[in-house]
């Protein structure tokens, strides 16, 4: 079983190194990585071009121009060779068995179609600082779960086939295209949550989630969530109203506000707890 980690790079060659030497130690030999290159410049290209010139696991591609992060990482899953797919920034690193943790679900379970670990945050030097607490087992073949507030989030993989039969990543996201593939796979089949922190995500002033896009991420999630209602056939959500076309990121989330409350939480954990006695 092949597992394709798909690397979207524009402009973090500086970086790259960690995440180079992260695949390099996998205990999961079975893997290929596809670097897609977002119109970097030359010597950025080089830099990484180099560095995976001696592993021919590694792939190198270029856009003709720089297209943003949707169109790229949508073109990284049609260049996957492999089963499984993962996504993998320049930046950011990943553990030894994060890999073969993630192979041996989809091995054991047929039914299952993504998984999902938890994240170290870290320094521009990747040095921890603290885990993503918020991870954790979600319930399954609920059509009222948004990932409201996150929990599905790095490190992620997912089959490749079962992703052919959704309506696929949305290429005109710039931001919140992770969270809309989550929540499209969500909807065909199993989730599973490896209770490990598997991936090193580096906080620094280059990263696409720190710079000023930051500002308009809840405005992309809010749409990635409204698509998600549409898709899922919703009118009504807690007794209220879906409005029929999109109308801000303030009603969207309004609308879930009730997903907070301690009633909704208990009911939540024991119907998580019931899932994973009965499957």
């Not at 980690?5 to 130690?25: G, T, V």
């Not at 990932?147 to 309506?167: C, D, G, L, M, W």
Request: proline letters at 4%; one cysteine or more.
């Amino acid at each position: 079983m092949k597992f394709s980690i798909l690397i979207a790079h524009y402009n973090n060659a500086h970086f790259f190194k960690d995440c180079f030497d992260s695949l390099q130690k996998q205990t999961y030999k079975d893997w290929e990585a596809i670097i897609l290159d977002d119109a970097s410049s030359d010597h950025e290209k080089k830099i990484v071009q180099e560095m995976i010139s001696k592993d021919k696991r590694f792939k190198f591609f270029e856009n003709e121009k720089n297209s943003g992060v949707g169109v790229t990482k949508s073109k990284l899953i049609e260049l996957a060779e492999g089963e499984i797919c993962g996504f993998l920034d320049p930046d950011d690193a990943i553990t030894p068995t994060a890999i073969q943790q993630c192979i041996d679900i989809f091995r054991a379970k047929k039914n299952t179609v993504l998984t999902y670990s938890r994240f170290m945050t870290c320094d521009q030097d990747l040095q921890p600082i603290a885990p993503f607490r918020s991870a954790m087992q979600v319930p399954n073949g609920d059509p009222y779960f948004f990932n409201f507030p996150i929990q599905i989030a790095h490190f992620v993989s997912f089959r490749k086939e079962v992703y052919e039969q959704t309506e696929k990543m949305n290429p005109d996201l710039k931001i919140g295209e992770d969270q809309d593939l989550y929540l499209k796979m969500y909807e065909k089949g199993k989730v599973q949550f490896i209770d490990d922190t598997n991936y090193f995500y580096r906080t620094h002033q280059g990263g696409i989630s720190q710079n000023d896009n930051k500002k308009k991420s809840h405005e992309y999630f809010a749409q990635v969530i409204f698509s998600t209602m549409k898709r899922r056939g919703l009118t009504m959500i807690n007794g209220k109203k879906i409005p029929d076309h999109y109308t801000g990121a303030e009603q969207i989330f309004g609308l879930l506000q009730y997903q907070h409350q301690l009633p909704f939480r208990i009911k939540k954990k024991i119907k998580i707890t019931l899932q994973s006695i009965f499957g």
